[in-house]
């Protein structure tokens, strides 16, 4: 039994779903925003049968978490409280309640985990992984994280190429309307006027890096799939082929060299994953250097862009788990 733990707008789960389902093999897809809307949970102990389930009011199905033989943990949500509670104290509330019930559910099972939320919070912390990556001999950008005005101007100075500033953690402030979006960009002479605010708190810099093309590859356990990206045109300022609008970038299948490959599988067991979704790229001297990991990035555009088989060997890892 294959337990996909999600929300109901991951669409990349989509692809998941449909390959376990041409094989006809068990599952459940667990969308954490319907709860507790349109699912009912049951946790019993001491009594004569314990039970750890959920089960639908919309569709005939039940999650029993005892028969859970392997997880994949994409992208859950907070679950959502019942409309009629509009009192913003006693919603959230309810939401951390219902959060924490399905929380204790799922870390109830000891299974294979493609990955374990606990390996994935780790991860996703720039400091961490950075630390690591350098240890297995990555090249990566000159990089100073902090929130001290007086440092900047000398690393702004010792970085010949320029430097970038990216956010540390999210890349998006959420407003009451509308939520902002913040970008990679290039840091000029004349941002440092305002260099004080950077107090305000800690972000990336890195040298800036001249790149013949960009890489994304994708880990799935031990399979590596390559993809060369090279962006047509890119918005002002903001040197990052992610925020390129879809039709602007290239894509191209990629063979890593063997050493590089190792890397990257290494920098993912190492992190206690097993999937991630690494940024590299080509220098002008051609090194490959590394950016960050996203331990559970997006990949299905890959998958419907150049064919990488990719939800079939997430699911060849999830119905025979490795020992």
């Given at each position: 039994?294959?337990?996909?733990?999600?929300?109901?707008?991951?669409?990349?789960?989509?692809?998941?779903?449909?390959?376990?389902?041409?094989?006809?093999?068990?599952?459940?897809?667990?969308?954490?925003?319907?709860?507790?809307?349109?699912?009912?949970?049951?946790?019993?102990?001491?009594?004569?049968?314990?039970?750890?389930?959920?089960?639908?009011?919309?569709?005939?199905?039940?999650?029993?978490?005892?028969?859970?033989?392997?997880?994949?943990?994409?992208?859950?949500?907070?679950?959502i409280p019942d409309e009629g509670?509009?009192?913003?104290?006693?919603?959230?509330?309810?939401?951390?309640?219902?959060?924490?019930?399905?929380?204790?559910?799922?870390?109830?099972?000891?299974?294979?985990?493609?990955?374990?939320?606990?390996?994935?919070?780790?991860?996703?912390?720039?400091?961490?992984?950075?630390?690591?990556?350098?240890?297995?001999?990555?090249?990566?950008?000159?990089?100073?994280?902090?929130?001290?005005?007086?440092?900047?101007?000398?690393?702004?100075?010792?970085?010949?190429?320029?430097?970038?500033?990216?956010?540390?953690?999210?890349?998006?402030?959420?407003?009451?309307?509308?939520?902002?979006n913040i970008f990679t960009s290039?840091?000029?002479?004349?941002?440092?006027?305002?260099?004080?605010?950077?107090?305000?708190?800690?972000?990336?810099?890195?040298?800036?890096?001249?790149?013949?093309?960009?890489?994304?590859?994708?880990?799935?356990?031990?399979?590596?799939?390559?993809?060369?990206?090279?962006?047509?045109?890119?918005?002002?300022?903001?040197?990052?082929?992610?925020?390129?609008?879809?039709?602007?970038?290239?894509?191209?299948?990629?063979?890593?060299?063997?050493?590089?490959?190792?890397?990257?599988?290494?920098?993912?067991?190492?992190?206690?994953?097993?999937?991630?979704?690494?940024?590299?790229?080509?220098?002008?001297?051609?090194?490959?250097?590394?950016?960050?990991?996203?331990?559970?990035?997006?990949?299905?555009?890959?998958?419907?862009?150049?064919?990488?088989?990719?939800?079939?060997?997430?699911?060849?890892?999830?119905?025979?788990?490795?020992?």
């Amino acid at each position: 039994m294959i337990l996909i733990i999600t929300n109901t707008q991951d669409l990349t789960s989509d692809f998941v779903v449909r390959e376990i389902s041409s094989r006809s093999q068990p599952f459940v897809r667990l969308n954490t925003d319907e709860f507790p809307a349109f699912a009912r949970g049951i946790a019993s102990f001491g009594l004569k049968e314990s039970r750890l389930l959920v089960s639908w009011k919309n569709r005939d199905k039940i999650l029993d978490f005892d028969k859970v033989t392997s997880v994949l943990y994409r992208r859950p949500v907070p679950p959502i409280p019942d409309e009629g509670i509009t009192d913003p104290a006693i919603r959230q509330f309810c939401t951390d309640e219902c959060y924490d019930f399905l929380r204790g559910l799922w870390f109830s099972l000891e299974c294979y985990w493609m990955s374990h939320p606990e390996a994935i919070r780790m991860a996703e912390h720039k400091v961490y992984q950075l630390k690591i990556a350098q240890a297995l001999q990555f090249s990566i950008p000159k990089t100073l994280i902090t929130n001290d005005p007086s440092v900047i101007r000398s690393f702004f100075n010792d970085c010949e190429q320029g430097i970038i500033i990216k956010p540390l953690y999210l890349g998006f402030i959420k407003q009451a309307q509308q939520s902002k979006n913040i970008f990679t960009s290039i840091v000029s002479e004349k941002d440092l006027e305002d260099v004080e605010s950077i107090s305000l708190a800690p972000s990336i810099f890195q040298e800036n890096i001249v790149k013949q093309f960009d890489i994304r590859v994708t880990v799935v356990g031990e399979r590596v799939f390559a993809a060369k990206i090279m962006a047509t045109s890119l918005p002002e300022n903001i040197p990052d082929w992610r925020f390129a609008p879809i039709d602007n970038l290239s894509h191209y299948k990629y063979d890593l060299p063997d050493d590089v490959q190792s890397a990257c599988v290494k920098l993912v067991r190492r992190l206690g994953l097993n999937f991630g979704a690494i940024d590299l790229a080509l220098d002008n001297k051609g090194d490959f250097v590394f950016f960050e990991i996203n331990p559970n990035g997006q990949w299905a555009w890959l998958e419907t862009m150049l064919g990488f088989p990719i939800s079939e060997t997430i699911v060849d890892q999830l119905s025979k788990p490795p020992i």
